[in-house]
């Protein structure tokens, strides 16, 4: 038997007021299609601060972590096991700039309002859904139940 590979994700939504960003991408396998700020953890790199280099990569905007809404095991579009781990942050500074090619638009939308967009224009639209449900109804945790210890 293999040994199972795991992909291991950071992934943020940016808020403001009850608005949350929310990026289009122009990834293979995923062209045009809207997702939160995220990406794959660097070797040896702290999840929270990995989400905050995603979120100042892929936007521009300096972001400070703030809760968690939960840990997401799932299967891709690709057939890869993926654990992503999504957090909540507020701007703290930089500018709105779409400077990864991979990025090719955004939009604030009402964090009510995410449920209204069909599955056609999600990445993994099964986990962006949970993720909206907790946005909505303001389940968080805080960060303290990661217990970061990195050599």
């Not at 638009?105 to 962006?128: A, F, M, T, Y």
Request: proline share 3%; no cysteine; aromatic share 6%.
């Amino acid at each position: 038997m293999t040994q199972p590979t795991f992909i291991l994700v950071a992934s943020v939504s940016v808020m403001q007021d009850q608005q949350v960003l929310i990026i289009q991408e122009n990834k293979p396998g995923a062209e045009g299609k809207w997702n939160f700020p995220s990406g794959r953890l660097e070797q040896g790199e702290d999840i929270v601060k990995a989400a905050r280099r995603e979120a100042r990569e892929e936007t521009g905007l300096e972001v400070e972590i703030t809760a968690t809404t939960g840990v997401y095991n799932f299967i891709s579009d690709t057939g890869q096991q993926v654990i992503l781990f999504h957090f909540l942050g507020n701007v703290t500074g930089g500018m709105l700039d779409l400077a990864e090619e991979e990025i090719v638009d955004s939009r604030w939308i009402h964090r009510d309002d995410l449920q209204q967009l069909q599955d056609k224009e999600l990445r993994n639209p099964g986990v962006i859904r949970q993720i909206a449900g907790r946005l909505t109804d303001d389940t968080r945790y805080p960060l303290e139940i990661f217990n970061t210890q990195l050599i």
